[in-house]
């Protein structure tokens, strides 16, 4: 009995301890505002931007308040800590937008892998080319295996002359990142898609340069016919 209370406090332990470590990693991603403020003294910056001097953190709170808006501490670790005059709701909005955006535009690279034998026949062979080509367009790093089987072990180049044909019908789309490797009976490599390169704008037409304008001394006089009789 006596062991079963001691095993339940300390489950209870190790969890209160775990919560209050999420706790705490929360609060430290939050911002000090308004009254959590504490500091005798803080830098102020405006709503614009404007620097507004060294003030005590009352008078900053008084500030933002008749500004109709929030005190957020932006730098602690200063000396005095930075505090700014800004709507908080709205700047954890905007935030929180673009974590999602941020989010929304990642693209994380998987590892395809395409299995092989070393008797593969063709057809099957340009179906796993095909499917690995187009991995590799996405995005994707490709591993590309030969697995041996019994007496094919004593054979391990034909898998390696058939990973490296694989390799060059890819070259056009992809790096080799290593030569094939024997681990067991398998033997490998990795395809990493070539960077994209972007698109040249085309060249803008060169315009034709002004010509000068000929001289007086240049351009023929006119000849009067009387003068000319």
């Known amino acids: 009995m006596r062991m079963l209370c001691v095993r339940a406090f300390c489950l209870q332990f190790v ?31 405006s709503a614009e931007g404007e620097q ?13 308040t008749e500004a109709g808006f929030d005190l957020v501490k932006i730098a602690p670790n200063s000396v005095p800590p930075v505090c700014r005059i800004m709507d908080y709701g ?7 937008k673009k974590e ?35 991995f590799l367009q996405d995005g994707d790093r490709v591993k590309v295996s030969v697995r041996f089987r019994g007496r094919e072990m004593a054979h391990t180049e034909i898998g390696a002359d058939l990973l490296k044909d694989f390799a060059d019908k890819c070259a056009d789309i ?5 030569m094939p490797k024997l681990e067991g009976r398998n033997m490998s490599m990795f395809l990493s898609p070539k960077p994209v390169a972007p698109a040249k704008k085309p060249a803008k037409p060169k ?3 002004p010509q000068p ?17």
């Open 15 to 45: 969890f209160n301890y775990s919560l209050f470590l999420e706790v705490f990693s929360i609060a430290t991603t939050t911002h000090e505002i308004n009254e959590q403020i504490r500091d005798p003294q803080v830098r102020l910056i």
């Open 52 to 64: 507004l001097g060294i003030v005590s953190a009352e008078e900053a709170l008084r500030i933002a």
């Open 90 to 96: 709205k700047f954890r909005f905007e935030q929180a």
């Open 100 to 134: 999602k955006e941020a989010k929304k535009n990642q693209r994380v690279i998987e590892i395809k892998e395409i299995r092989m034998s070393p008797g593969i026949d063709t057809n099957d062979f340009n179906t796993k080319l095909k499917n690995a080509m187009k």
């Open 174 to 178: 992809a790096n080799m990142d290593k």
């Open 207 to 209: 315009q034709p340069k």
């Open 213 to 229: 304008n000929p001289s007086p001394a240049e351009t023929p006089a006119e000849v009067n016919p009387a003068e000319a009789e």
